[in-house]
C-alpha cells in the first residue's frame, strides 16, 4: 500500500507544483493521474521515487518513508520502486536483454555493479520477462533496432525485473501509435492484478483512463481535486479536474 | 505603438551590424587569399618539384629501411601510449565535470576551462618547455603528447557525455543503482561509439604529431629525417617520408574500418 499525506513541492523560482497532496492506492490496481497540462502530475509522480524532493509531506511505502530518507534508505527503498519513460530511456546500443538485466543493478554491490555481473537466475529471470511482454525472440537484439512498442516492453521488463511493488509511469504511451498503446496499456493492467503491483500512470487522455485505470486522480494547478474509483468520474468530477483549461479555451 | 517601433528598428540595427562584421571578415579572407592562393600554388610546386627530384628514395637507400621502420614503431607506439594514458585521465576528468555525471560544481566549473588551456597549448609549445626538463629523450615527445591529448579528450569526451543525457541516468537511478553502476552499465555503452571515435581520432593525430615532435626532441623517425636532411642522405630522407604517409594512410584506414565494426 502506498499512501501519500499532505506533499508539497514549490519548484526554486516559486511556482507551486504540489499544494497539500494526498491519497492512499492499494496494491493489485492501476491508478491514472489525469489533469490538465502544467497541473502537477509529472512532479507528483517523480515525487513519489523522490526524483523530485517535496518540502513536507509523507510518502510512506511498506512502513518506509520517502520524503525524509536518507540517500542509503532511498536507494534502497527505490528498488522497490520500478519507472518507466515516456521515451522508454533504454541504454539503446546495449541488447533488449541487458536492459531488462539492468533492473537488477539496484541488488549489487560496487564490483558486480560497476562490471556488469548477473547470475545465471537473473539471466534466466531476464529471459521469462522477456518472455512475458512477449518479446522472447528480439532478447539478443540492440534496443535500438527495435519499434517504439517494443522498446515501452523493454522498459517494462526492466522495471518488472526489480519485483517491485509499485511501477510509476509519466505518459509511457504519449509516442505510440494507437495499437502499440493498447498493448502497452493492456499489458500494464494485467500486471498490476497478476503481480498485486501498484501501478500509477500519467495520463492526458481521459478515455485511456477510463478504460484501464481502476482508480483515478485528477489534479488541477498542483491539488488533487478528485480522488475515487473510474467509475465515479462524472463530468462534473471532469469539469473539476480540467477547470483552467476550460477557462483559457473559453477566453 | 511607439515601442513597438523602437523595438524594429533596434532589431534592423542589430542585423545591419551583424550583416557588416560578416561582409567584413568575407572580403579581408578574400584579400588574404588571392595573395596566397598565387604563392602557395607556386610554393607547393617548386616543393613538390624539388622533392620529387632529390628525394626519389631510390635503391641506395633501402638499407636504411630496417633503421626507418625500427623508428617508425617507436614512434607510433609512443603516440599510442601517450593517447591511451590521456584518454584514460580525460575520462575521468570529464565525468567529474560533465554535467549529466558530475556530482561537483566546484569540479564542473574548474575542468572545462583547464582543458581548454590545456587544448589550446599547441604540442609544440609542450614539447619546447618539457625539453627544459627532460632533455631530448623520448619522454618529453610522450608528455607533450599526453598534456595536449589530456585537454582536446576531456573537451571531446565532456561534450559526449552531456549528450548521453539524463534519461539514461534516470533509468538506471531509478532501479537504486549506485553511481559507478550507472556510469559503467549505463552512460560509458550509451557513449561509446563516439568516445571510440574519438579516440581514434586522437590516436592518428598524435602519429602525424609524434614525427614532428620527433624533430624536437632528437628521437624517433623525426630524428632520423632531420638526420638524413642534415648529412644530405635526401634519398634516405625521401624514404622516411614516404614511410610515414604510408603507416598514417595504413592507421586511418582501420581507424575506418573500425568505426565501421563498432557503429554497426
Ligand atoms: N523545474 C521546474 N522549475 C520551475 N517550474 C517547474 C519545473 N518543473 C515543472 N514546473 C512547473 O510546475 C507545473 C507542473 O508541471 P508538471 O508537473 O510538469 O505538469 P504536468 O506533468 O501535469 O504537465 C507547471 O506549471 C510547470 O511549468
Ligand atoms: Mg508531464
Redesign the interface.
Given at each position: 500500500m502506498l499512501t501519500v499525506t499532505a506533499l508539497n513541492k514549490t519548484y526554486p523560482n516559486g511556482k507551486r507544483g504540489l499544494i497539500d497532496v494526498g491519497f492512499e492506492l492499494q496494491a493489485g490496481t492501476v491508478t491514472a493521474i489525469i489533469g490538465p497540462s502544467g497541473a502537477g502530475k509529472t512532479t507528483l509522480l517523480r515525487s513519489l521515487n523522490r526524483f523530485i524532493t517535496p518540502e513536507s509531506g509523507t510518502i510512506e511505502l511498506d512502513g518506509l518513508e520517502l520524503v525524509g530518507a536518507t540517500r542509503a534508505a532511498l536507494r534502497q527503498a527505490r528498488r522497490h520502486i520500478g519507472m518507466i519513460f515516456q521515451d522508454y530511456n533504454l541504454i539503446e546500443p546495449l541488447s533488449a536483454l541487458e536492459n531488462v538485466l539492468h533492473g537488477t543493478l539496484g541488488d549489487k554491490r560496487l564490483l558486480p555493479g560497476m562490471m556488469g555481473l548477473y547470475t545465471h537466475a537473473e539471466k534466466k529471470r531476464a529471459m521469462a520477462l522477456l518472455q512475458e511482454v512477449g518479446l522472447a525472440e528480439s532478447a539478443t537484439q540492440p534496443a535500438k533496432s527495435l519499434s517504439g512498442g517494443q522498446k515501452q516492453r523493454v522498459g517494462i521488463a526492466r522495471a518488472l525485473m526489480q519485483s517491485p511493488q509499485v511501477i510509476l509511469c509519466d505518459e509511457p504511451i504519449a509516442s505510440l501509435d494507437p495499437q502499440s498503446t493498447a498493448t502497452i496499456m493492456t499489458l500494464l493492467a494485467k500486471l498490476a492484478k497478476q503481480k498485486q503491483l501498484t501501478i500509477i500512470i500519467n495520463l492526458h487522455q481521459v478515455d485511456l483512463a477510463r478504460e484501464y485505470a481502476d482508480h483515478i486522480i485528477g489534479i488541477n494547478a498542483g491539488r488533487c481535486v478528485f480522488d475515487d474509483a473510474t467509475a465515479a468520474l462524472d463530468d462534473a468530477a471532469l469539469a473539476r479536474i480540467y477547470a483552467q483549461e476550460e477557462a483559457m479555451v473559453n477566453g | 505603438m511607439a515601442e513597438l517601433t523602437r523595438y524594429f528598428s533596434h532589431q534592423r540595427r542589430v542585423r545591419l551590424l551583424v550583416f557588416g562584421t560578416l561582409l567584413a571578415l568575407l572580403l579581408l579572407a578574400q584579400v588574404a587569399l588571392q595573395l596566397n592562393v598565387i604563392e602557395a600554388a607556386t610554393g607547393v610546386f617548386a616543393g613538390w618539384g624539388w622533392l620529387v627530384a632529390n628525394f626519389a628514395p631510390i635503391a641506395s637507400a633501402f638499407p636504411a629501411l630496417g633503421e626507418i621502420s625500427w623508428q617508425l614503431a617507436a614512434t607510433v607506439l609512443i603516440a599510442i601510449a601517450a593517447t591511451m594514458v590521456a584518454a584514460g585521465v580525460a575520462l575521468l576528468l570529464a565525468l567529474a565535470g560533465a554535467r549529466t555525471t558530475s556530482h561537483w560544481p566546484l569540479a564542473q566549473a574548474l575542468i572545462r576551462p583547464f582543458a581548454s588551456i590545456m587544448r589550446n597549448i599547441p604540442f609544440v609549445a609542450w614539447a619546447l618547455v618539457l625539453l627544459f626538463s627532460f632533455k631530448q629523450t623520448p619522454f618529453t615527445g610522450f608528455l607533450a603528447l599526453l598534456l595536449m591529448s589530456v585537454g582536446y579528450l576531456t573537451r571531446a569526451f565532456m561534450e559526449t557525455l552531456d549528450e548521453v543525457g539524463h534519461?539514461?541516468i534516470?533509468?538506471?537511478?531509478?532501479?537504486?543503482?549506485?553511481y559507478?553502476?550507472?556510469?559503467?552499465?549505463?552512460v560509458l555503452?550509451?557513449a561509446?561509439?563516439p568516445l571510440v571515435s574519438w579516440l581514434l581520432y586522437m590516436i592518428e593525430n598524435n602519429i602525424r604529431d609524434a614525427t614532428l615532435v620527433g624533430m624536437l626532441t632528437g628521437t624517433g623517425v623525426g630524428f632520423l629525417f632531420d638526420l638524413y636532411f642534415k648529412s644530405f642522405r635526401y634519398p634516405a630522407a625521401g624514404l622516411v617520408v614516404c614511410a610515414i604517409i604510408l603507416v598514417t594512410i595504413a592507421i586511418e584506414l582501420s581507424a575506418t574500418k573500425l568505426r565501421q565494426v563498432l557503429n554497426a
Open positions: - | 534519461g539514461v534516470e533509468a538506471l537511478e531509478a532501479t537504486g543503482a549506485g559507478w553502476a550507472i556510469i559503467c552499465q549505463g555503452p550509451a561509446a561509439a
